[in-house]
Structure formats: structure tokens, C-alpha cells
């Protein structure tokens, strides 16, 4: 896989759709514990809509997708998730060039993780998705830098994210709804973080 194309982003989605869905419940139960129960609804739906949209308007280019799952999230998701995601896979859209190879693919999605960061205003070890998508950027830097193959690399940023969700269980969340239950926020995963290491699990299944 030299360049990833339009099929490739959509099968990016498709697969974080299912996985969504599949761990819908589980989702939901992290956000139960430190926020508002509503994580793996809220993504679920979300994500339906996405894969929706990509069938009812088929994008022509891997902007489109990204600009296309961007919007929808930013519209059909409630709660703060949606805006976050939506702002990543947006600025991935604009900082994207085509033809997309793994380079490119990890500096866009490295701006997106920017963009994310400039809205929510989270730094790592502040317990969000941030501590899944950082380690996941890194991971794709890393890997362009050692001239790895990006099946390879998508599958060290999805161990990434999945090491860094893990990882926010013993942290005190910094931001969003979970912040306001100060030190009772530490032992749980945070479920944002969980649902960004499956976007990355995604990303090595459409690779593979
Ligand atoms: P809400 O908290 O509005 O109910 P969700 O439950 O859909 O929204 O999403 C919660 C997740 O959003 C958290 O687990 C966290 O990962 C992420 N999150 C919340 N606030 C921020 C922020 N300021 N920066 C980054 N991520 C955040
Ligand atoms: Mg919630």
C-alpha cells in the first residue's frame, strides 16, 4: 500500500462504525462511572450517520471523506465528543495532500491531534482522548521517520492509542465533565480515549 485513496478512508470509517457499535455498551458503562453515561450512544449514532452520508453522497477524494465525517460528527454528535472529533478529521481534511502517502497521512492527522488540542484546550495527561491520539501521532511520526510500511504503522499507532487509553485509569481528569469529580475520577479509563484508540484499531484494519 503506497497511497491511500478515497476507499480507504471510507473503509477507515466503516470499520470504526462497527467497532463503535460493537463496543457501544462498553463505552457508555466508562462514561457512566466519571461522566454522563452517554459516550457509546452518542458515537454510535454518530458514526452511523457518517457511514450514511459517505452511501448517499459518495466522496470523490480522501478530503472529501475526512471534511464529510468531520461535519457529521460535528452535527449529529451530542456532547463534547463530536465537536472533538469532528475538529480532527476537519483539519485533517485541510492540511491532507493528494495523492495521500503514509508521510502525508501523519502530518495531516498530526494537525488534526493540534487542531483538537487549540479547541479543547487538553494536554496530555489530562485524561481525554488527547492521551490515546498523541501517542497514536507519534507512533505514525516514528514510523515515517524509520521508513516503516503503513500497514506496519497504523498498527503501531493502534497499540499506541490502546496503550494510552489504559494508561488515563490511575490519572486525575484535567477536563470535560469528568474534571468536576476531581480525585474520583482516577481508576477508571476515560472513555473518550478508549473510543480514540478504536478509531486507530480501525485505521490498521482498513490498512490490512
Ligand atoms: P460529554 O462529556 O459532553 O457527555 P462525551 O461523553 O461524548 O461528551 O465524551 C466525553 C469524552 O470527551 C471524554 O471522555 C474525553 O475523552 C473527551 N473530552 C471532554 N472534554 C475534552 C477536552 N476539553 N479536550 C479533549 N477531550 C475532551
Ligand atoms: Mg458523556
Given at each position: 500500500m503506497d497511497t491511500m485513496d478515497t476507499g480507504f478512508f471510507v473503509a477507515w470509517f466503516e470499520e470504526a462504525a462497527r467497532l463503535v457499535r460493537r463496543d457501544r455498551d462498553r463505552l457508555t458503562e466508562l462514561d457512566a462511572a466519571?461522566?454522563?453515561?452517554?459516550h457509546g450512544t452518542n458515537l454510535d449514532r454518530g458514526l452511523t450517520e457518517v457511514t450514511k452520508a459517505l452511501a448517499e453522497w459518495?466522496?470523490?477524494?480522501p478530503v472529501q471523506v475526512l471534511s464529510s465525517a468531520g461535519a457529521t460528527l460535528i452535527r449529529r454528535v451530542?456532547?463534547?465528543?463530536g465537536p472533538l472529533y469532528g475538529s480532527v478529521f476537519r483539519q485533517m481534511s485541510k492540511a491532507l495532500d493528494t495523492p495521500v502517502t503514509l508521510a502525508g497521512f501523519a502530518a495531516a492527522f498530526d494537525q488534526g491531534v493540534v487542531a483538537l488540542q487549540r479547541l479543547g484546550k487538553a494536554a496530555l495527561?489530562?485524561?481525554?482522548?488527547v492521551d490515546a491520539l498523541t501517542p497514536a501521532s507519534r507512533a505514525l511520526a516514528l514510523a515515517v521517520r524509520d521508513g516503516v510500511g503503513a500497514r506496519e504503522a497504523f498498527e503501531q499507532a493502534a497499540r499506541a492509542a490502546a496503550e494510552g487509553a489504559k494508561a488515563t485509569i490511575p490519572l486525575q481528569a484535567r477536563?470535560?465533565?469528568?474534571?468536576?469529580?476531581g480525585e474520583r475520577s482516577v481508576g477508571h479509563e476515560d472513555p473518550g480515549a478508549a473510543s480514540a484508540a478504536l478509531f486507530m484499531a480501525a485505521l490498521a484494519t482498513a490498512a490490512a
Open positions: 466519571i461522566g454522563d453515561a452517554d459518495p466522496p470523490s477524494s451530542g456532547g463534547a465528543s495527561g489530562d485524561k481525554t482522548m477536563k470535560g465533565r469528568a474534571s468536576y469529580l
